[in-house]
């Protein structure tokens, strides 16, 4: 596993999911799948999983199956907010028991993107197809977080800016902790990860979207952090 890279130390694995979420990844990108980290944990004999997490989001469907497979595992998972949780990447970060958001950190919520062409019937059920799979995500909010169904569907809508302090008051997060107060172990794990990363030529590299693949820098430029889509 390379751009969600793992470490497993007695009962404690760490799980870096730093970059896109896609179905098909491509390592080199930084991307990855609902498949990579189902692998990487399926077989894991540990009592905690702890998930950090600074995506700009991706596949919908890759980021209910990451979802999915954290809730099912029998380890107590905590989730990190190490930079961005935007779009389809909220989902992992929602499956923590615990879910710890940074102080420098940020998270971003919107409806389901997709895209057709065709008659004017295949774009009427296209956009249906979007209502219905955003209606779908917003059941990880109310159930996780405890949040109001029309209170998520609102800040969807609106494509909204979440800080670290607003998160804790919808309940995304369920704590904030300083860089400088967490887990020293955890840190020195990452550390050993990501040089070890950077040693093999495979440093996290720019977030591109999926489709189309566009530089992130002129996604930042222009603030168009639109990378959740239903498949």
């Known amino acids: ?129 979007a209502d219905t799979m955003t209606e779908i995500g917003v059941s990880a909010f109310v159930e996780r977080a405890g949040m109001q169904r029309e209170t998520v569907l609102q800040l969807m809508e609106q494509e909204t800016w979440l800080t670290p302090e607003q998160a804790l008051q919808y309940g995304i997060a369920t704590a904030i902790v300083r860089s400088d107060a967490q887990d020293a172990a955890s840190q020195s794990i990452k550390k050993r990860v990501l040089a070890a990363a950077m040693q093999m030529g495979k440093a996290p590299a720019p977030m591109k979207q999926e489709t189309p693949r566009q530089s992130i820098m002129d996604t930042v430029a222009g603030m168009q952090f639109h990378f959740l889509r239903g498949d």
């Open 1 to 129: 596993m390379s751009y969600c890279a793992m470490q497993k130390t007695d009962n404690k694995a760490e799980i870096y999911i730093f970059g896109d979420i896609t179905t098909c990844p491509w390592p080199i990108l930084g991307e990855v799948s609902a498949k990579t980290v189902a692998d990487g944990i399926q077989n894991l004999d540990v009592t905690e999983i702890n998930v950090h997490i600074n995506s700009y989001g991706g596949a919908v469907s890759e980021g209910w199956g990451i979802y999915n497979v954290l809730l099912e595992h029998k380890a107590t998972v905590t989730t990190y907010a190490d930079g961005f949780v935007a779009s389809a990447a909220l989902y992992p970060f929602l499956a923590g028991d615990r879910r710890i958001a940074g102080s420098v950190s940020a998270f971003f919520l919107h409806q389901v993107m997709t895209g057709a062409d065709g008659y004017a019937a295949d774009l009427r059920k296209a956009a249906e197809m």
